[in-house]
Nanobody, 120 residues
Framework: VQVVESGGGSVQAGGSLRLSCTAS????????MGWFRQAPEKEREEVAI???????QYTEAVKGRFTISRDNTKNTLYLQMNSLKPEDTATYYC???????????????WGQGTQVTVSS
């Protein structure tokens, strides 16, 4: 299982970024996929999930601002982030759930992360 993120960067508050994640090594089109983030000195948190029995879910802090989507023809996952806030600053990770589930953990697939920095 391999997932590789891209698209991070630095923006001012109110700006937008789109993260991409290219997946390989597993059956992507039926996999439950997700975006997570980790800010300095904080625990990793779930941002958005798509697929499986969970459908599409967002953490409350990003609802209405972020959109998760996938292109199964390109094995690619996206996270469109609008109206960014300084508190969105974190390293963002793409993840593939453990096969056959919508549970994310060490036995799933994790990317190396991409940094998103939002300045006020």
């Amino acid at each position: 299982v391999q997932v590789v993120e891209s698209g991070g960067g630095s923006v001012q508050a109110g700006g937008s970024l789109r993260l991409s994640c290219t997946a390989s090594g597993f059956t992507y089109n039926t996999a439950c996929m997700g975006w997570f983030r980790q800010a300095p000195e904080k625990e990793r948190e779930e941002v958005a999930i798509i697929g499986g029995i969970r459908g599409t879910q967002y953490t409350e802090a990003v609802k209405g601002r972020f959109t998760i989507s996938r292109d199964n023809t390109k094995n690619t996952l996206y996270l469109q982030m609008n109206s960014l806030k300084p508190e969105d600053t974190a390293t963002y990770y793409c993840a593939a759930a453990i096969r056959g589930t919508c549970t994310f953990g060490p036995k799933g697939g994790w990317g190396q992360g991409t940094q998103v920095t939002v300045s006020s």
